[in-house]
């Protein structure tokens, strides 16, 4: 296992850091005020190639590795938490998905588009009483010769409010255990679903969240992902890699704050000297060290196992729990470091704790994640 960065990563973090400086900071403060998601600063990441790497050239990728992704999401998260949190699920919980578990004509219909930034996707499993207990969802697809009728309801949903393509998970048959469950590509504009944009989230503001509902929706047999009544085990399958990849944005995160508190205890004098001599401060920059480079040392050997075609469930669980406790912890850390200031927008690091405690709860909350890794080391 090689964890040294070819020339080929170097040249794509320097890429996607000139992007995330150049044509997304200057829209950050404008979009997380006024809750709304830079579409063409998206499109423009499609044309550079920003929007999933890994992809075959045939789909509009670059036919790179995952490394390159989670480099890229990592710089886009050091600018926008919520720019980097669309692109995720765009790339990754919609494009991931359906590269692994869709049909051909799925794939060449679907994907160039996704790829090269001109269509944004989102992934729709959460439900108003179904959250960390997927499997109770209730929304329902009763099968009418070759179509499919869609009925139910989806909370939380990113991307939701400006997404062309929907991956909305349903229950065919009754559940019996991890069976019963069938997902579906359903497109914008389809009769017979809703979107409504959810407002006044705590953080990553300018990241679209919605709620989605079905009356009736009528879909095909063919735009079903996978198979039929076998959806939960293709989710559960590319949930490992959802769980890998996140943690690239959370580590984006924290080390925002540890640059910026770096660069502020060189310039804060209290007492007649720069703050960054007090050993209590450089205690803190420290331990923020500690854990990011840990976590990236951590994701980069859980990025190896992925692409070596390893089980990574309870190595995905880790990490998501381990990163995503560090960045809320950079993110309290930096605001104590920057004192007063750190507690007003201004500064930047105000933010950063808002946006971080999602960490904590999106894509499986941290209590889940230490079920997982419990139960992964009493199996063994
Ligand atoms: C901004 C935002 C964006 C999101 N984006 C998406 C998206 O794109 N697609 C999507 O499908 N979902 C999305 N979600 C939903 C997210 O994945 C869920 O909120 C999350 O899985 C938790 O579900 P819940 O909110 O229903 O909490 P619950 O499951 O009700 O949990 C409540 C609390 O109980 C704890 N808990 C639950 N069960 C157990 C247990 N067995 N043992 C111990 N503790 C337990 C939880 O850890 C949590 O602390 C998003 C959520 C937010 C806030």
């Not at 403060?29 to 999933?52: D, I, N, T, Y």
């Not at 036919?63 to 480099?71: E, H, P, V, W």
């Not at 579906?184 to 990553?204: A, L, Q, W």
């Not at 703050?275 to 190896?304: C, D, F, N, P």
């Amino acid at each position: 296992m090689d964890l040294g960065l070819t020339s080929e990563h170097q040249m794509i973090r320097e890429t996607a850091r000139r992007f995330a400086r150049q044509e997304l900071e200057p829209m950050v403060a404008q979009c997380e005020s006024q809750e709304c998601f830079p579409l063409e600063v998206f499109r423009k990441a499609g044309e550079l190639g920003l929007l999933g790497p890994f992809f075959p050239s045939e789909y509009g990728g670059s036919d790179s590795d995952l490394l390159s992704n989670a480099i890229i999401i990592e710089e886009l998260a050091k600018v926008s938490a919520s720019f980097a949190m669309s692109v995720d699920v765009s790339a990754i919980y919609f494009g991931y998905n359906l590269f692994k578990l869709g049909s051909q004509e799925q794939k060449t219909k679907y994907l160039p588009d996704i790829v090269t930034g001109k269509k944004l996707g989102c992934f729709a499993l959460t439900e108003p009483n179904a959250g960390s207990d997927t499997l109770s969802l209730a929304t329902t697809a009763k099968r009418q010769g070759e179509h499919f009728i869609i009925n139910g309801s989806k909370i939380f949903i990113t991307n939701a409010p400006i997404a062309d393509y929907f991956m909305v998970v349903t229950r065919t048959s009754p559940r019996d255990g991890i069976k019963g469950g069938t997902t579906f590509i359903v497109e914008r504009g389809s009769e017979g679903m809703e979107v409504v944009e959810m407002h006044g989230k705590m953080g990553v503001k300018s990241s679209p969240t919605g709620e989605i509902y079905f009356h009736d929706l009528k879909v095909h047999q063919r735009q079903i992902l996978g198979q039929q009544d076998q959806g939960f085990q293709g989710m559960m399958r590319s949930l490992n890699m959802e769980r890998a990849m996140a943690p690239a944005m959370v580590i984006g995160m924290a080390q925002d704050c540890l640059d910026r508190s770096l660069a502020y205890v060189k310039t804060r004098e209290q007492f007649g000297r720069p703050i960054a001599e007090y050993q209590l401060i450089q205690a803190k920059l420290a331990e923020m060290a500690m854990g990011i480079e840990t976590s990236r040392a951590y994701l980069h050997k859980v990025i190896w196992m992925v692409e070596n075609g390893m089980d990574v469930t309870k190595e995905a669980a880790i990490l998501k729990c381990h990163s995503t406790r560090v960045a809320t912890n950079a993110a309290l850390e930096a605001i104590q470091i920057h004192g007063g200031y750190g507690y007003m927008q201004e500064y930047g690091v105000e933010r950063a704790l808002r946006d971080a405690k999602l960490m904590e709860i999106g894509g499986g909350t941290n209590e889940i994640q230490l079920l997982v890794i419990a139960r992964e080391l009493l199996r063994a």
